[in-house]
């Protein structure tokens, strides 16, 4: 049944895609994140250091995507393997002054017993508002079958013509589904929270220079027992330098 589920709505992405290539052409991007540990969604997958690479393609309102997290050491006993590949589809759209996005992302896990699974979400960004809220919603309908939802807010400051300076927070919610499936236990309640803050610099020849902090916690007491059991902890600080090329 999931796997009906995603080929109908690969086929209806893919009859999209001529509109989209005659409307506005096809370009593509990749990225190189070198992080000191992976934290997702206040889960600390690995506490030491990652590389992280995607590519992307865009076609008209489309977005395809793949992305990889790259074991630098042995946590895990992984060292230069990939232990999640995500695979990405999204449309973009606007509606006044209100910013939509609408995909699905299959997350993969080579290399174990970890099941695949993905996930459907809609984000919506107010930029015009102050400090740009946005409101995301993922459901999974694979291995999870739970509800996330997240609230954000971000403020960038241009330091120069070719350097920025950027703000962000945001927090989390899962219903019990959702921490059951990621730590074992837990009811519906506020689940993660983070901080970051980042420098942005444009280099020539399509490409862009990052270097960013992120502090990320688990807000719930129940999932923050819960968490030890499966992570090593349930806060920590994430330091990144991304490198980043753009281009048709």
Not at 110 to 128: A, H, K, N, Q, V
Not at 212 to 232: E, N
Request: no cysteine; hydrophobic share 40%.
């Amino acid at each position: 049944m999931r796997t009906h589920r995603l080929t109908a709505l690969a086929i209806l992405l893919l009859l999209a895609l001529p509109g989209s290539f005659a409307e506005d052409g096809v370009s593509f991007g990749a990225t190189a994140d070198l992080a000191s540990a992976y934290h997702w969604r206040g889960m600390i997958v690995n506490d030491e250091a990652v590389l992280q690479p995607g590519v992307t393609l865009d076609a008209g309102s489309f977005t395809f995507g793949v992305w990889g997290n790259l074991d630098l050491t042995d946590f895990v006993d992984r060292s230069g393997e990939f232990t999640e590949i995500d695979l990405s589809v999204a449309y973009g759209f606007s509606a006044g002054k209100v910013d939509f996005e609408l995909g699905a992302v299959q997350y993969r896990f080579p290399g174990s017993d970890i099941e695949e699974t993905e996930e459907l979400y809609l984000t919506t960004t107010f930029s015009d508002l102050p400090l740009s809220p946005s409101v995301s919603l993922y459901y999974d309908i694979g291995e999870i079958e739970g509800l996330y939802a997240s609230f954000g807010v971000s403020r960038s400051f241009e330091l120069g013509e070719k350097s920025s300076f950027d703000l962000s927070a945001s927090t989390g919610w899962g219903n019990e589904d959702y921490h059951a499936g990621y730590f074992g236990g837990g009811g519906s309640a506020l689940s993660d929270g983070s901080l970051a803050a980042s420098f942005g610099f444009t280099l020539p020849r399509g490409f862009t220079l990052g270097v960013s902090g992120t502090y990320t916690w688990l807000w719930d007491g129940t999932i923050s027992d819960y968490a030890p059991m499966i992570y090593p902890d349930d806060a920590g600080f994430v330091g990144m330098v991304s490198l980043a090329w753009s281009g048709d």
